[in-house]
């Protein structure tokens, strides 16, 4: 694969090497995403948050935590429902 001293001297005109998604990339592209999704719950886990919304959110964010189990790629993945 090319690195990014390769790419960012391309001559005028020239075309980047093509990307090469391998398994790996897939993975972690997958794992930033549900990184993403958890962060922005991460509010409902606070000490300040009443009991309800805690136990709400509760099963989504493990859901979350367990793609990684399911599925190997963004464009297979069913995501979780959150909570209302």
């Known amino acids: ?41 991460d509010w409902t886990q606070g000490a300040d948050v009443p009991e309800a919304i805690k136990l709400a959110y509760q099963p989504y964010r493990q859901a979350l935590r367990d793609v990684t189990d399911n599925y190997t790629t963004l464009g297979n993945v069913v995501w979780p429902v959150e909570p209302a």
């Not at 001297?9 to 090497?17: C, I, R, S, T």
Request: hydrophobic share 35%; aromatic share 8%; charged share 30%.
């Open 1 to 41: 694969m090319a690195d990014a001293y390769e790419w960012t001297n391309l001559a005028p005109g020239e075309e980047p090497p093509e990307l090469v998604v391998t398994p790996e990339i897939e993975l972690s592209w997958l794992r930033t995403e549900r990184n993403r999704r958890l962060a922005e719950t």
